[in-house]
């Protein structure tokens, strides 16, 4: 499985981005898509993620603020009410089953950046 992330870039505080993240390869059986984020000198965190059929899940800060959304092997993730604080790099993965075990891919990050 490749992913391709793209739409990161520099916002005023306040302001709405959307990432989108595309598979491809061995789609089938991808169970999870979503992202995590990295800012300079934390652990990385998960922001979102999208359980099919449909059920997500958020990081507590970006409740009410992020929305994920899949569409067959793309995931997208719309931020508004951006925060200096959500400046990082931005991560996609997927979880792919494969009988028992599961195997997760990343994509490349794509930076985003808030400023105040």
């Known amino acids: 499985v490749q992913l391709q992330a793209s739409g990161g870039g520099l916002v005023n505080s306040g302001g709405s981005l959307r990432l989108s993240c595309t598979a491809s390869?061995?789609?089938?059986?991808?169970?999870?898509m979503g992202w995590y984020r990295q800012a300079p000198g934390k652990q990385r965190e998960m922001v979102a993620r999208i359980i099919s059929p449909g059920s997500a899940e958020y990081e507590d800060s970006v409740k009410g603020r992020f929305t994920i959304s899949r569409d067959r092997d793309t995931v997208n993730l719309q931020m508004n009410s951006l925060k200096p604080e959500d400046t990082a790099v931005y991560y996609c993965?997927?979880?792919?089953?494969?009988?028992?075990?599961?195997?997760?891919?990343w994509g490349q990050g794509t930076q985003v950046t808030v400023s105040s």
């Open positions: 993965f997927a979880d792919r089953s494969r009988g028992w075990r599961v195997d997760t891919h």
């Open positions: 390869g061995s789609t089938f059986s991808i169970n999870v």
